[in-house]
């Protein structure tokens, strides 16, 4: 029984987190309706300058950003291989790319964005710190299926969570989406 409890209380503590994050979003986003012109000229262009952690995550593409043909030679396939499928919420996005290994069998690996309150190692289980991705990054070592999955932070900024068939695949993802989200490899 008490297995059970403990199961459900993490997806349970997710779940509120992402609906606060989605209020206030929309708490955030009803009072720019009353500003003027200028000023709703001013906040577009801010919209589009800020953070991950500063906008309403479902206007934020992560396939535009990351598209197929720069994932593919990550994913070892190419182009014509690799199909991106986004799907973008107040609280996250994320880009399923499916890569067509031929005779109906396919792979895929999974890039989501998360505003930074949603860092949470001690809710990941047992897990592996690793040196040299964002401010932290952890490896978690009780596998989803079979995707091997890396979190990263970028304090003030997301949270990238993403699975892949291996870990070296995993890693190439983390460092591609460094780069492209926040213009720096590191």
Same mark, same amino acid.
């Given at each position: 029984?008490?297995?059970?409890?403990?199961?459900?209380?993490?997806?349970?503590? &997710?779940?509120?987190?992402?609906?606060?994050?989605? !209020?206030?979003?929309? &708490?955030?986003?009803?009072?720019?309706?009353?500003?003027?012109?200028?000023?709703?000229?001013?906040? #577009?262009?801010?919209?589009?300058?800020?953070?991950?952690?500063?906008?309403?995550?479902?206007?934020?593409?992560? &396939?535009?950003?990351?598209?197929?043909?720069?994932?593919?030679?990550?994913?070892?396939?190419?182009?014509?291989?690799?199909?991106?499928?986004?799907?973008?919420?107040?609280?996250?996005?994320? &880009?399923?790319?499916?890569?067509?290994?031929?005779?109906?069998? #396919?792979?895929?690996?999974?890039?989501?964005?998360?505003?930074?309150?949603?860092?949470?190692?001690?809710?990941? !289980?047992?897990?592996?710190?690793?040196?040299?991705?964002?401010?932290?990054?952890?490896?978690?070592?009780?596998?989803?299926?079979?995707?091997?999955?890396?979190?990263?932070?970028?304090?003030?900024?997301?949270?990238?969570?993403?699975?892949?068939?291996?870990?070296?695949?995993?890693?190439?993802?983390?460092?591609?989406?460094? #780069?492209?989200?926040?213009?720096?490899?590191?």
């Amino acid at each position: 029984m008490y297995r059970s409890i403990r199961k459900l209380h993490h997806p349970a503590i &997710c779940l509120v987190v992402a609906l606060l994050t989605a !209020g206030l979003n929309g &708490c955030s986003q009803q009072s720019n309706n009353t500003a003027s012109t200028e000023d709703q000229t001013e906040e #577009k262009y801010r919209a589009q300058t800020q953070t991950v952690a500063k906008r309403d995550l479902s206007s934020f593409d992560v &396939c535009v950003r990351l598209p197929a043909t720069d994932v593919a030679g990550i994913l070892g396939s190419t182009p014509d291989q690799t199909l991106a499928k986004a799907t973008m919420l107040s609280y996250a996005s994320d &880009c399923t790319y499916t890569i067509e290994l031929g005779d109906g069998m #396919k792979n895929y690996a999974i890039i989501f964005i998360y505003s930074p309150e949603m860092w949470a190692p001690t809710m990941a !289980g047992e897990i592996e710190m690793i040196e040299g991705l964002g401010d932290e990054a952890y490896l978690e070592k009780e596998s989803i299926g079979s995707f091997k999955k890396i979190n990263v932070l970028v304090k003030g900024d997301f949270v990238l969570d993403i699975r892949a068939n291996t870990l070296e695949e995993a890693r190439g993802l983390a460092e591609l989406a460094l #780069k492209r989200l926040t213009g720096k490899s590191r």
